[in-house]
Every structure is written in structure tokens, then in C-alpha cells.
């Protein structure tokens, strides 16, 4: 079974950057076989997706976020990161990172099966 768990998250001002981890565990698991994600939730609002990369490294991003967050993975490490920069008030929310084996390159939250609990991040103006 596979886990996945968040940490990074916390409280900044606008223009302020954070760095969200996600360590996938379990035996015989391995990052570089599944399609990762990250998403996010603020209170109110539905799950979106934020970025995503596949497993030959292959990224994509949704708009809000191109330009300012960075998603990357550690395969010797098993990590996934999300590096945000210039942080907005408007990126305030839970985040979320999301493991599929057979996800694609995907920002559809369908699509992946395994979630973690999920870290906060609050930016304030």
C-alpha cells in the first residue's frame, strides 16, 4: 500500500516562498513508477490541480501558479516537492500531493488514486 505524506506547509506573508515535501513510502514502492501531483483546497472551493509531473519528468502546471511554483522529485529519496515562489494571499489553502501509476500527466484529480492528509499554507497580504 502506498503512502504518501506532506510536510512544508505554514504561514508567510505575501512575497515569501515555501517548499512543500512529499515522501511516497511502502515496500517495494518506488517513486519513479508512478505520476505525481500536487493539488490544493481552499475552504469553500473545489480540489484543483496544481502542478503534475510524469515519469520521464515532463511537467505541466496550472496557470495561476506557471512562473512562481516549481514541482520536482527526488527518485533516490522518494520525494516529491513543490517549490513556490512570489506566494499570493490567493494561494492560501490545504495542499495535497497525489500518486497514480497510470495517471498521466494529469491536473484531474480523477485520475489519481493515493492522497496524502494534506499541509497548510496561509499567505497572508
Known amino acids: 500500500q502506498v503512502q504518501l505524506v506532506e510536510s512544508g506547509g505554514g504561514s508567510v506573508q505575501a512575497g515569501g516562498s515555501l517548499r512543500l515535501s512529499c515522501v511516497l513510502s511502502?515496500?517495494?514502492?518506488?517513486?519513479?513508477?508512478?505520476?505525481m501531483a500536487w493539488f490544493r483546497q481552499a475552504p469553500g472551493k473545489e480540489r484543483e490541480g496544481v502542478a503534475a509531473i510524469d515519469k520521464a519528468d515532463r511537467l505541466t502546471y496550472t496557470n495561476s501558479v506557471k512562473g512562481r511554483f516549481t514541482i520536482s522529485t527526488d527518485k533516490v529519496k522518494n520525494i516529491l516537492y513543490l517549490q513556490m515562489n512570489s506566494l499570493k494571499p490567493e494561494d492560501t489553502a490545504m495542499y495535497y500531493c497525489a500518486a497514480d501509476r497510470w495517471a498521466g500527466l494529469s491536473l484531474d484529480r480523477s485520475r489519481y488514486n493515493y492522497w496524502g492528509q494534506g499541509t497548510q499554507v496561509t499567505v497572508s497580504a
Open positions: 511502502g515496500y517495494g514502492y518506488t517513486i519513479s513508477l508512478y505520476y
